[in-house]
């Protein structure tokens, strides 16, 4: 076949001194500027372009633009990507793209098997076929089956995508004649505008229609307007670009493709705008009839397009079947460019303005009758035409293209996005209109309903004036230019055709492979409801969204049932609306900036020295342990617990929650929120409280210091800062505002050095400081301020470890140098850098909570042996009575106890159920915690068990996938249970 | 680099918190020389580079050149323990702050943040907490550019966000 066998001489809005070449299924290709990858596979001659959905029936090119449902492929190369419209990717050199849904080749499918397994495959089948022995048998194969593209593989990675946010005061949604009048009118008032136009070009079907204003071609007036639009510095317009989301309060999804930026593939933006004015046009939609998938037939308004825009025949001989007047201009422009046509409407009347309009051009004309079936299989060579009614005989009309029109669907996605829309059913358009009942959101043009010219660019000045005047601007509509004749908006409703036969295909929707006889079905097993069809038989999921489908399925199905399509109703267009890349959507917040990580002051040191860093809660990074040379994470954890049992240790406390309480009220509002009592602390010393939440669970545990008179400062866990910040702020606004309270969190300002161990005494005072640290001066509980190394101080003789412990705070300026002055100091007496892993064996050791271990949700103080805590004289505190009554109900909880292994080296994971005789049923109980303990040289845990206390000096029963692990119920003290340690 | 963009450290700034009673906070802010800004989220400049920023309807900001720090915060700390409802604590530690400069840092900004830059909505003397890839971050003009102060935690996230949004290779 020669290059270009169908491109036609003259015309079109292409460059033909720039030939372009590409590839196509590894064929070489050649088409030219400003063509698409389909006008250029059909001025080539190539219809079959991929295979479908779930048959695998061969598909060729529908549309023109992003209504396509049959040229889906997949971009080669350095552009990989899956699920490309080829009506919609401009040619481009070196172009690479193949198909999809078929293997070795779209004319020899061998998926094209599964037409023969059609019966086993009707809508819905999941739900009962292929259920014995057993679905997930055969669902790797189905699913391999299924599918239209791959994902993609290149390399570019994420660098290629950007997501932003954009505001302005009018945003216009498409830039065909009513999109363009309402952003002049609208950004000649001074308002900040955005024009946002998902075409390759501005116009809409301006130029696809050939059509003329003011007496020039149109492309004259959609260059005039853009100047004058590009002359205001308020006005940004955006082409290739589509708005593809509309959400709450204005605040809508765009993705631009090709963005003026180096190295950037796509942008995506998170639009929140004062006003939207929608003027998105409107779809074709098809009439479907047997086999009219088939390649080669395509809607009227497409093959227009490419003989207007592409000049490229889609074909020689051309049947327009249509059942309205506006296919008479299809037809025309067709002949005109010399491909031979045939007529054949389905309506008995043809209104005389109609038949006008193809006076002349040797078009036949055939009335009142249908396009029963295509003939052909990869490329139709003809139909068969019957009388509507059935009476009479069928012909057979030779030609290798049909193109259908079986009337037009408003663009309604964002107004029903929007929800400030309502559908309403149209008799006279044959659709649904969109009704929009907001001050904020206004529809022009086809997007409305209004499909002829002249009415589409008043309807975008008056909307756009009344946009930017709604935004606070004055404004005015300019005046529309002044069109050519055009076919009138007559039709008549015909959803589909018939088939004749039984077995027969009717293809309603080409995306996912749904027949008349798929919503048929639907109707027989009950899923009557528009919605459960949609969902029953995928009709207008997937690529389409409802583009051209959703009225023709609504229109069926009301045929079906005897009902008006508005009986029926509508769905809901789901974002995104056209195909975007996930990567658009990512943008460039992937891999190590995704998650908010919080640093210490001295986590590079960390770093340096051979920290893993864990995570510790509220993203924050600490080290988990301190790899030295040969060790894994058991021997180093081992060691460093080792040295803080023996000698000393010392880690990063600063993520710890810290929050000043100031005010003459500040000791009632902790009196309430902790279940202890505060009234009583003294200043200078500091008290462990647990705070429950208003359903009398825990919240929080902590040592809360009194710094003087009216101050306190709150130390919550380092994950429970941000809520507890919350429940602080919400007693204190909306609970309790009467108490005279200010609550400041001040985390970071204070870099937490925590020296413990035995001879933790020992290295403070070798570091040196002013503060005497002695026990009798400064016992357990208290607090001084001073300076340690030289450096500002406050500590506070507070433990989590089982041993002595001094909490160093000082200004984060100074946290890199405290910290190396202590370790330097420690040596002699064998400091270690602690880890949260070896903080963890001490805790559990000394018999410790901990969040997200022994505490999680249902765990009440009493559940964890410290009921002794609650203040027996306080009248109240935040979920006192939540506790009680729970505890009423139901007496028997689970309990914190010790575990040991019968296996003194058993570990077990953490989380592992406990379950009577360890048997496969219901558990009682689960381990919490399970470490290697260095004090005891044997492996120990922590667990929650039902009437556990009681229950001491049994046997619990560790239920694991492989094994049963005896665990002897202890005491949950395993170390210092007199606390004379850490008094020390 | 897609955009025309620069990002340096701000040095160390004296930082002083109030938070509490409005008329506490005037008072307290008095007695250091210093006004509170009349509106919402803008800033009161003084001489001599003292800045009180007015982020929430009990909370403020001072922010002076760090050589000042103990006399600004000695006096604001001094004039609060006359008021019961007032806080005023330093957290010049707390905070790390961003110079971000060029003709591209509004596009650089508005892949972080979802506030209106345009120059009639983000006026010259505008400052406010806004979220800012995930995390809180302040945001206030500075002359042709603009500062971002954030709790240092979280300083390399948004500072290596900014970068890759202003089109420097993603080394993550």
Redesign the interface.
């Known amino acids: 076949m020669s290059a270009n066998a169908y491109r036609l001489a003259t015309g079109g809005e292409i460059d033909r001194a720039q030939a372009i070449a590409f590839r196509f299924n590894g064929a070489e290709f050649s088409g030219f500027a400003g063509d698409t990858l389909a006008s250029a596979l059909l001025a080539n001659g190539v219809h079959l372009v991929g295979r479908s959905f779930k048959y695998h029936r061969p598909r060729g090119i529908t549309g023109a633009g992003f209504e396509e449902t049959g040229g889906i492929v997949q971009l080669a190369g350095a552009e990989d990507a899956p699920n490309v419209l080829a009506t919609r990717l401009a040619l481009t050199p070196g172009l690479e793209a193949n198909s999809v849904n078929c293997w070795p080749s779209p004319r020899f499918d061998l998926g094209a098997a599964a037409q023969l397994a059609q019966r086993l495959l009707p809508a819905g089948f999941y739900y009962k076929t292929f259920m014995w022995p057993g679905w997930k048998l055969f669902e790797p194969s189905i699913r391999k089956a299924a599918g239209l593209g791959r994902a993609p593989t290149r390399a570019e ?3 290629g995508y ?6 302005c005061d009018v945003l216009v949604v498409g830039a065909g004649p009513a999109g363009l009048m309402a952003a002049l009118a609208a950004g000649r008032s001074g308002a ?1 505008v955005m024009l946002v136009d998902d075409g390759l070009v501005p116009g809409g079907r301006l130029c696809a229609d050939a059509r003329r204003l003011d007496g020039k071609p149109a492309q004259a007036w959609i260059d005039a307007t853009l100047a004058d639009l590009a002359s205001l510095a308020n006005v940004r317009v955006f082409q290739d670009a589509s708005v593809w989301g509309y959400l709450e309060h204005n605040y809508l999804a765009m993705v631009e493709r090709r963005p003026d ?4 593939r796509q942008r995506s933006w ?1 639009l ?1 705008v004062a006003q939207v004015v929608t003027a998105a046009g409107a779809f074709e939609r098809p009439i479907p009839f047997v086999d009219s998938d088939r390649p080669g037939v395509m809607l009227a308004s497409a093959a227009r397009s490419y003989v207007n825009r592409h000049a490229v025949m889609p074909g020689r001989t051309a049947l327009v079947f249509t059942n309205n007047d506006g296919a008479y201009d299809s037809a025309a422009d067709l002949a005109r460019a010399g491909i031979g046509v045939t007529l054949v409407d389905a309506r008995r009347e043809t209104p005389p303005s109609a038949l006008a309009r193809i006076q002349g051009l040797g078009i036949e004309l055939i009335t009142g009758s249908v396009v029963r079936a295509a003939l052909g299989r990869s490329r139709i060579h003809g139909v068969v035409v019957a009388p509507r009614d059935g009476g009479g005989p069928e012909r057979i009309v030779s030609c290798d293209l049909v193109c259908t029109s079986g009337g037009w669907n408003p663009a309604m996605h964002l107004a029903s996005q929007s929800r400030e829309s309502r559908a309403i059913w149209d008799t006279a358009r044959a659709t649904f209109v969109p009704a929009p009942r907001s001050a904020r959101f206004h529809i022009a043009g086809a997007a409305r309903g209004t499909f002829d010219l002249a009415g589409c660019l008043r309807e975008g000045a008056e909307a756009g004036a009344a946009a930017a005047r709604a935004a606070g601007f004055e404004a005015m509509a300019p005046a529309a230019p002044t069109v050519d004749a055009e076919a009138g908006a007559g039709i008549e409703m015909l959803w589909f055709v018939p088939a004749a036969k039984r077995g027969q295909k009717v293809f309603v929707d080409l995306v996912n492979d749904v027949t008349i006889d798929d919503l048929a079905l639907a109707q027989r097993e009950g899923y009557e409801h528009i919605e459960h069809v949609k969902r029953y038989t995928t009709a207008g999921m997937g690529i389409d969204q409802g583009k051209t489908v959703n009225v023709t399925v609504i229109g069926a199905v009301a045929a079906m049932r005897g009902l008006k399509p508005d009986a029926v109703g509508t769905t809901t267009f789901r974002q995104p609306y056209v195909p975007v890349e996930f990567g658009a959507i990512a ?7 995704l ?7 001295l986590t590079a040191w960390h770093v340096a020295h051979g920290a893993v860093l864990f995570e510790a809660g509220l993203r ?1 990074q600490r080290p988990g342990y301190y790899a030295q040379a040969g060790e894994g994470i058991v021997d180093a954890t081992i060691r460093e617990a080792r040295a803080v049992r023996e000698k000393a240790g010392m880690y990063d406390g600063s ?1 710890l929650g810290k929050f ?1 309480l ?3 009220d500040a000791a009632k509002l902790l009196d309430l929120l902790y279940i202890n009592d505060w009234s009583n602390l003294k200043p200078g010393r500091g008290r462990y409280g647990i705070m429950l939440n208003e359903d009398g669970l825990f919240l929080d545990d902590g040592v809360t210091l009194r710094l003087n008179e ?1 101050e306190y400062l709150l130390h919550s866990a380092t994950g429970a800062a941000d809520r507890v910040y919350a429940h602080i702020e919400e007693m204190l606004q909306v609970h309790c505002p009467h108490l ?1 309270v ?3 969190p ?5 870099a937490n050095v925590t020296v413990c161990g035995p001879l933790s005494r020992d290295v403070v005072l070798k570091v040196g400081t002013d503060i005497d640290v002695s026990r009798a001066a400064l016992p357990f509980m208290a607090m001084a301020e001073g300076k340690i190394a030289g450096l500002p101080a406050r500590v506070m003789r507070v433990s989590w470890t089982g041993e002595m412990s001094f909490e160093i705070n000082t ?3 100074h946290a890199v140098e405290l910290w190396e002055r202590i370790f330097a100091a420690g040596r002699e007496f064998g400091i270690a850098p602690v880890g949260s892993e070896a903080n963890h064996v001490l805790r559990v050791e000394a018999g410790y909570i901990s969040s997200g271990h022994e505490v999680d949700g249902p765990v009440d103080v009493h559940d964890l042996g410290l009921g002794w805590m609650v203040s027996k004289t306080k009248a109240d505190f935040i979920g006192k009575r939540s506790m009680a009554i729970r505890r009423a109900g139901n007496p028997i909880r689970r309990e914190l106890v010790g575990l040991l292994p019968e296996d003194p080296q058993r570990v077990v994971p953490e989380g592992a159920p406990i379950t009577p005789g360890g048997q496969r049923i219901d558990s009682e109980g689960f381990v919490s915690a399970c470490v290697r303990s260095v004090a005891l040289n044997r492996v120990i845990a922590l667990g929650l068990l039902t009437n556990g206390r009681a229950r001491i000096g049994e046997t619990a029963y560790v239920k694991l996938p492989d094994a049963v692990v005896p665990m002897r119920i202890v005491a949950p003290v395993f170390h210092d249970a007199d606390r004379a340690r850490v008094k020390g | 680099m897609r955009y025309e963009f620069d990002i340096s450290a701000i040095a160390p700034r004296a930082i002083v918190k109030l938070r509490g009673d409005p008329d506490a906070a005037t008072r307290c802010l008095a007695c250091a020389g210093l006004r509170a800004p009349l509106r919402a989220n803008s800033i009161a400049s003084h001489a001599g580079g003292d800045d009180v920023l007015w982020l929430g309807p009990r909370r403020w900001l001072v922010m002076a050149p760090n050589a000042r720090e103990d006399e600004l915060a000695g006096k604001l700390e001094n004039a609060a323990l006359r008021e019961p409802m007032l806080a005023a604590l330093r957290v010049s530690d707390m905070w790390a702050g961003f110079d971000l400069r060029g003709r591209g840092a509004p596009d650089v900004l508005a892949q972080a943040t979802p506030l209106d830059l345009d120059a009639t909505r983000f006026a010259h003397d505008a400052a406010t907490f806004t979220d800012m890839f995930a995390v809180t971050a302040l945001l206030r003009r500075a002359g042709n550019g603009f500062e971002i102060w954030c709790d240092r935690s979280l300083a390399q996230h948004i500072t290596e966000n900014l970068r890759v949004a202003a089109g420097q290779p993603d080394k993550s």
């Open positions: 990675g994420h660098d950007e997501t932003r946010f954009g505001h900040r930026a180096p190295g950037l998170k929140r943008g460039h917040r992937m891999g190590d900036r998650l908010p990580m919080r640093r210490t002051k924050w993520p000043l100031k005010g003459p009216d005279r200010v609550v400041v001040i985390t970071s300002q204070w200004p984060s300026r």
